[in-house]
């Protein structure tokens, strides 16, 4: 018996540390089951800041795509109102009445060509072309000054 017993303490001393292992992995599935959790929520917690912060960027290139296409718009617009503003310039040009004559223009030749901003009339004063004077007060075309070795040559 002396034997037995022995081997009986050893047999409880086996179970009670069974009893201990099984709490221990109690213990460790807990806080493994914890740690999942923390893990998941910290996932979840990431994706939706990425999912935030993508649509963040979704609102910022939406609106950036407006302002660009606004931005195109009026340099369109910009670009139709310079060909309009040129295209008027040149109907300007020919009609003569609408502003005043430009001086060089009138008596040969304007420097500023095209971008000048009196008017450049096409037309020669054939009254001036034959007396080498205009009687009208508000002529619309140009008198150009004679060559003065025109005059002496011939």
Same mark, same amino acid.
């Given at each position: $018996?002396?034997? &037995?017993?022995?081997?009986? +303490? ?7 540390? $069974? +009893? #201990?292992? +099984? ?8 806080? $493994? ?16 800041? $990425? +999912? ?11 609106? !950036? ?15 139709? !109102?310079?060909? !309009? ?11 003569? &009445?609408?502003?005043?004559? @430009?001086?060089?223009? !009138?008596?040969?030749? @304007?420097?500023? @060509?095209?971008? /000048? ?5 096409? &037309?020669? /004063? ?5 007396? &080498? ?18 005059? #002496?040559?011939?």
């Amino acid at each position: $018996m002396a034997d &037995n017993t022995p081997m009986e +303490v050893k047999i409880k001393d086996l179970e009670k540390t $069974m +009893v #201990t292992i +099984v709490r221990a992995l109690k213990e460790i599935k807990a806080s $493994m089951k914890a740690l999942e959790e923390k893990a998941s929520i910290s996932q979840s917690d990431d994706i939706q800041e $990425m +999912v935030k912060s993508q649509k963040i960027l979704e609102e910022i290139i939406f609106t !950036n795509a407006n302002a660009i296409k606004r931005i195109d718009e009026e340099i369109k617009d910009f670009e139709k !109102n310079k060909a !309009n503003d040129e295209s008027s310039k040149d109907e300007t040009h020919d009609v003569g &009445n609408e502003g005043k004559k @430009c001086r060089y223009f !009138n008596r040969g030749y @304007c420097k500023y @060509c095209d971008k /000048c901003r009196f008017i450049h009339p096409k &037309n020669i /004063c054939t009254e001036y072309l034959n007396t &080498n004077k205009c009687e009208k007060k508000e002529c619309a075309d140009r008198h150009p000054k004679k060559c003065k070795w025109e005059e #002496t040559a011939g």
